[in-house]
Structure formats: structure tokens, C-alpha cells
């Protein structure tokens, strides 16, 4: 049977660092406060525990990617957008 981990942070900041250091040179910190946004908010799989922010490791694995693509498109859409 496979552990879970988690990953845990110290405060929002570390969060989107950690972020930013997956999505590698492809990613801005735009799409990191993005993704944590998702996670926290509506996938409600960013936690905080008073102390420090965790996510369950696999979880981020397996779904990255796909919130990678989220967060890009947000980003393309809301360029595409022009306020009159």
C-alpha cells in the first residue's frame, strides 16, 4: 500500500514559488496564483491548517498538468478581453 505525502508550505508566498518551480520556464507567476486559487478555492484540495498550507502530493501529480492548461487558457482568455 502506497504512503501518501504531502507537500506543506509555510505561507501563500512558498505555495506559489513551489508552483512556479513546476511549471519551469513555460510557467509565470500569473498561472501559479491561478492554479493556487483552483486549489484552494474550488477543488478545495490546498488545505491550511492554521500554521502551514499542505496538499496531498499525489494529488498534485497526477493533476498538474491539467491545471497547468486551466491556467494558461484563463490567462489567454482575460488577454483576449478589453475593457470599454
Do not use: C, P, W
Not at 478555492?41 to 497547468?68: M, V
Amino acid at each position: 500500500m502506497e504512503q501518501r505525502k504531502n507537500y506543506y508550505f509555510s505561507d501563500r508566498l512558498s505555495v506559489i514559488r513551489f508552483l512556479e518551480d513546476l511549471m519551469g520556464s513555460e510557467g509565470s507567476r500569473k498561472a501559479a496564483q491561478i492554479i493556487f486559487r483552483i486549489l484552494y478555492h474550488e477543488e478545495e484540495k490546498l488545505k491550511f491548517d492554521g500554521e502551514k498550507f499542505y496538499i496531498d502530493s499525489r494529488y498534485l501529480d497526477e493533476n498538474f498538468e491539467r491545471l497547468f492548461k486551466i491556467a494558461n487558457k484563463i490567462i489567454e482568455l482575460e488577454s483576449k478581453t478589453t475593457i470599454k
